[in-house]
């Protein structure tokens, strides 16, 4: 089992950073990514940034420029820096882990997901 676990979210002011945090936990596991996404009330889950092992960040274009995604691959961690932060980045933001695990001899790859931490950034 992989569990994923986020923490940072709460409210700002438009124009204000926050920074979230992820940590990832389990046995006999490799994370091959680290993800953000957010969904916002009505609207489906977007994906917001990833960071995969080749160590290239990709960003949503609508948080380009503002948010930065880091990796801490040691500790199995991982955050989401949002600056300038606007009241449409108000959302749940959950953090996923792409992970390879083995049980045995068994392979077993899959995306492990945290709780969401809430976002709302008032204007």
């Known amino acids: 089992q992989v569990h994923v676990v986020e923490s940072g979210g709460g409210t700002v002011q438009a124009g204000e950073s926050l920074r979230l945090s992820c940590a990832v936990s389990?046995?006999?596991?490799?994370?091959?990514?680290m993800e953000w996404y957010r969904q916002s009330p009505g609207k489906q889950r977007e994906l917001v940034a990833v960071l995969g092992n080749g160590g290239t960040p990709t960003y949503d274009d609508s948080v380009k420029g503002r948010f930065t995604i880091s990796r801490d691959n040691a500790k199995n961690t991982a955050e989401l820096y949002m600056n300038n932060l606007k009241f449409e980045d108000t959302a749940v933001y959950y953090c996923a882990a792409d992970y390879r695990s083995y049980v045995g001899d068994i392979l077993s790859v899959g995306r492990a997901w945290g709780q969401g931490t809430r976002v709302t950034v008032s204007s």
């Open positions: 389990g046995s006999s596991f490799s994370i091959n990514a």
